[in-house]
């Protein structure tokens, strides 16, 4: 379907989740938009509501529709290599995601969390913690709701985003109150030229943080330089001159005790799940509150406990 009204000078490229948020926050703030996707055949009865939407084209892209564009809002499946998104750049024409948007408007704490495996858990873990002790929270990205449906209001006192690499890669803007890399292997090589352009990519996380916490046990998630409230969780005490702040396990007879610097905060006999990496998730969530200055509450423990 391709209805031949005026481009609009912001356009937004596939109509996926993120997408149709991006359109529905435009409707909210009053800006005029275009959506495109290359799939011929959408059928989505929520076009049918936007207001803002001044022209649509699916199917097959003709590069010069951002010709006279200001503003190309891309979806996190579109790669950042296809022609009209390339054409956009040449053109200097601002290419940003949905998280992009989300940075430049939220004044409001972020805790941003990415790795290959495991950032659903902590995202949601933390985020349920948080709430549990008495803190406004909301999760989105990749889990939860597409981060602009929280714009313009932002009801939220601290937002806990998982995001993908995709998400990255189109976004400048973010600055973390905590930025959080669980860990890396393999994975969306077709996106990227190799291993470590996708590492490279994941750890776009870090900048701008206030605090960066990473896993010790995965080197390909370590900050490029250490800093003073860097902050690794680790499967043991490090000793490393260099770490002021870490959150790490020691054993005891058949468990293990969670700890953050010097304070205990937890045996795994007491926790509701098993096994050294959901240890780790947990001690990642433990080191946030930690970068927060946010102490558990007791109900707050009680939900960690329950997980």
Not at 175 to 181: F, G, H, N, W
Not at 188 to 213: E, G, P, T, V
Request: a neutral charge; hydrophobic letters at 35%; charged letters at 20%.
């Amino acid at each position: 379907m391709n209805e031949n009204r005026s481009i609009a000078k912001h356009i937004i490229f596939g109509l996926g989740k993120s997408g149709l948020s991006c359109a529905r926050y435009f409707d909210r703030i009053n800006k005029p938009y275009t959506l495109i996707d290359s799939r011929e055949d959408l059928k989505l009865e929520c076009l049918k509501s936007l207001i803002c939407c001044q022209s649509t084209f699916f199917g097959e892209l003709d590069i010069q529709l951002v010709e006279e564009c200001l503003q190309l809002v891309v979806s996190p499946g579109i790669n950042l290599n296809h022609p009209l998104v390339k054409r956009a750049r040449q053109l200097q024409v601002d290419v940003c995601g949905d998280v992009e948007l989300f940075a430049r408007e939220c004044h409001k704490p972020i805790v941003a969390i990415t790795g290959s495996n495991g950032k659903s858990t902590v995202t949601d873990l933390i985020a349920k913690v948080m709430s549990l002790n008495g803190i406004n929270c909301q999760k989105g990205g990749n889990i939860g709701l597409p981060v602009l449906d929280f714009l313009p209001l932002q009801q939220a006192d601290i937002y806990v985003l998982e995001l993908s690499s995709f998400q990255l890669d189109s976004t400048e803007s973010l600055q973390p109150d905590v930025a959080i890399l669980l860990n890396i292997s393999e994975d969306h090589m077709d996106r990227y030229l190799d291993f470590d352009d996708y590492i490279h990519s994941k750890k776009k996380i870090f900048n701008n943080a206030k605090c960066r916490l990473f896993n010790w046990q995965d080197k390909n998630t370590y900050p490029f330089e250490l800093s003073a409230l860097d902050m690794p969780f680790s499967s043991q005490k490090l000793t490393s001159k260099k770490i002021k702040n870490q959150a790490y396990l020691q054993s005891t007879e058949k468990t293990f005790d969670l700890w953050v610097n010097d304070n205990k905060m937890i045996n795994s006999k007491q926790l509701n799940i098993t096994g050294i990496h959901n240890m780790m998730n947990v001690l990642a969530c433990l080191a946030t509150l930690h970068c927060l200055n946010i102490e558990l509450s007791n109900q707050g423990m009680d939900g960690l406990k329950s997980y």
